[in-house]
């Protein structure tokens, strides 16, 4: 059974661009969960998506986005990139939600000059 | 506001001897808690979970204990192996909703040295 996958592995941006990653969840698992990971504040949710509803977020700006579709997929979209948002992105897949294991793919390493 | 906190930030421990990480919750409302294992430029790895209603789960050389009254978690390896050489995180998670929101530790880097 093929695991979480997250592409690309790694990219480097301008400030002021905009990045989109992409997530493609374990089979069968319909909620996928953004996670950032930086040096200083460690691993932070991001927001979390269930049958293309955002059913949760964190505290971040309206920068940060994010969308689901249909075969669970998801993509994360980053505009007006700063320097601080340098860090790797993780995604997580679980069944169905809050209650079950999530497992993590390997991150996008986002660096911005 | 750091809502589960990991105050060891690292620990060594001789092959074969038993490894322990903590882990401490101030949220009442966190009732579902995750131990994480991760390798640098990695995702975390899922080793093993407990909801509240449990006050050990164990898994193979995983042992988990939650103390709900002091808001404490602990992970036990026994017996440790150079491959748990890792940082170790732990998660907590609020069950009254129907979204997964983990709220991490700063995490603990275990050596387990030969």
């Known amino acids: 059974k093929a695991g979480v996958t997250q592409t690309p592995r790694y990219l480097i941006k301008t400030r002021g661009q905009q990045v989109t990653l992409s997530c493609s969840p374990i089979s069968g698992h319909r909620s996928v969960s953004w996670y950032q990971q930086t040096p200083g504040q460690g691993l932070q949710f991001l927001f979390e998506?269930?049958?293309?509803?955002?059913?949760n977020k964190g505290n971040f700006p309206g920068r940060f986005s994010g969308r689901q579709f249909s075969n669970s997929r998801s993509e994360m979209n980053v505009s007006t990139l700063e320097l601080g948002d340098s860090a790797l992105y993780l995604c997580?897949?679980?069944?169905?939600?809050?209650?079950?294991?999530?497992?993590f793919g390997q991150g996008t390493r986002l660096t911005v000059v | 506001d750091q809502q589960v906190k990991q105050n060891s930030p690292s620990l060594s421990v001789q092959e074969g001897r038993i490894s322990i990480l903590n882990c401490d919750y101030t949220n009442s409302m966190f009732d579902y808690f995750l131990w994480y294992k991760k390798y640098p430029a990695e995702g975390p790895t899922f080793l093993i979970s407990?909801?509240?209603?449990?006050d050990k789960n164990e898994d193979g050389r995983f042992t988990v204990f939650l103390n709900k009254s002091a808001k404490h978690l602990s992970l036990h390896i026994v017996p440790s192996q150079p491959g748990d050489s890792a940082v170790y995180f732990c998660a907590a998670d609020d069950l009254t909703g129907t979204a997964s929101k983990l709220t991490f530790g700063t995490g603990t880097r275990l050596q387990v040295t030969l």
């Open positions: 407990i909801s509240s209603i449990k």
């Open positions: 997580a897949s679980n069944y169905q939600g809050v209650g079950t294991e999530a497992f």
């Open positions: 998506y269930f049958s293309e509803t955002q059913r």
